[in-house]
């Protein structure tokens, strides 16, 4: 497989995990590819991710937030195989400004 990536689209080598990343924004396709041998593993198609955090052995989807502001949605998802592990929202105040700023194993900064 080969990969053609355009601004805005990127690259992330995560070494933690043996786990490259890239997004087409053209095409709108997150893939998942081994970084030993470069196979692609898996792709993610969804319009509605607005960020991917990725910690050892997981990987954090977080959505935008729903059209009521009340709630963000996110999903864990196994780094391996992209099955989801857990899915879930998250309860927003709307008064606040909210950054999801980092994932450590399983807690999130936010």
Request: net charge negative; hydrophobic share 40%; glycine share 4%.
């Amino acid at each position: 497989d080969t990969e053609s990536l355009r601004f805005p689209g990127f690259v992330e080598f995560d070494d933690v995990n043996g786990k490259v990343l890239t997004y087409s924004a053209a095409d709108k396709i997150y893939k998942v590819w081994d970084l030993k041998n470069y196979t692609h593993l898996y792709s993610i198609t969804d319009d509605s991710i607005s960020e991917i955090k990725i910690s050892p052995g997981i990987m954090l989807l977080i959505y935008h937030k729903c059209p009521s502001g009340a709630h963000v949605p996110l999903k864990i998802l196994s780094i391996d195989t992209g099955d989801v592990l857990l899915s879930f929202k998250h309860q927003l105040h709307r008064s606040k400004k909210m950054d999801f700023i980092e994932q450590f194993n399983e807690k999130l900064l936010v």
